[in-house]
């Protein structure tokens, strides 16, 4: 049982170009989500899933898209990187029927836009 | 005003003290609550829920105090290895997006 995967776990990208981080869960969970932190300010919600071709924006969204086309997996996509994208990015998940377990992370991807 | 506040210390303490970490919230409709754990450059590992009545696990205590949206996390008998940031962590909503207070540092040294 893997968990959740994220992959790459390193990542140096230049101004301007595009990539996606993959994150994949075996759980069969239903909720997935991307954050991202920073120094000195908590890990942010950039995108969420509450299933299967179902997608929402979170606090800091702009800059990033996702997609939900299979339950175990939620790219995260950066359409044209900038220097303020540089951060670590990590991807969670947990059962819809678990509200008071939390959710479980990704070991993260850290990302430097030059 | 920040959506979870927490002291960002660091609590330096020594092995096999009692140390206690604060955080509030400002969004009386969240719903659940939770304490992480998060060494350097790793990832947040779920510490424990947080339950109106208190619960404990081990050496852990966590309280809520919904009227005063207030919740704490008490360790006993710190040990070297609790020595890592705690994040408080709010829940809100159906889809439980999770909001993040920056982190307690603490450091346990012998």
């Known amino acids: 049982n893997a968990g959740v995967t994220q992959t790459p776990k390193f990542q140096v990208l230049k101004t301007g170009q595009s990539m996606t981080l993959q994150c994949a869960q075996d759980?069969?969970?239903?909720?997935m989500s991307w954050y991202r932190q920073d120094p000195g300010m908590g890990l942010r919600l950039i995108h969420y899933?509450?299933?299967?071709?179902?997608?929402d924006q979170g606090e800091v969204p702009n800059g990033y898209n996702v997609s939900r086309s299979t339950t175990e997996d939620f790219p995260l996509r950066l359409l044209s990187a900038a220097p303020s994208q540089t951060s670590v990015y990590f991807c969670a998940s947990r059962s819809n029927g678990q509200g008071s377990h939390g959710y479980t992370f990704g070991s993260g991807t850290r990302l430097t836009v030059v | 005003r920040k959506e979870v506040e927490q002291d960002p210390g660091p609590f330096n303490v020594p092995e096999g003290a009692t140390v206690a970490f604060n955080c509030t919230y400002s969004n009386s409709a969240s719903q659940s609550f939770f304490w992480y754990r998060q060494d350097c450059r790793k990832e947040p590992k779920l510490l424990m829920s947080v339950y109106s009545s208190g619960n404990e696990d081990g050496r852990f205590t966590a309280q809520l105090n919904r009227a005063s949206q207030y919740i704490s996390l008490l360790i006993r008998d710190s040990k070297l290895s609790d020595s890592a940031t705690y994040l408080c962590v709010v829940s809100t909503g159906t889809a439980s997006k999770l909001t993040f207070g920056t982190g307690t540092r603490l450091q346990v040294t012998l």
């Open positions: 899933s509450v299933g299967a071709g179902i997608t």
């Open positions: 759980m069969n969970h239903e909720y």
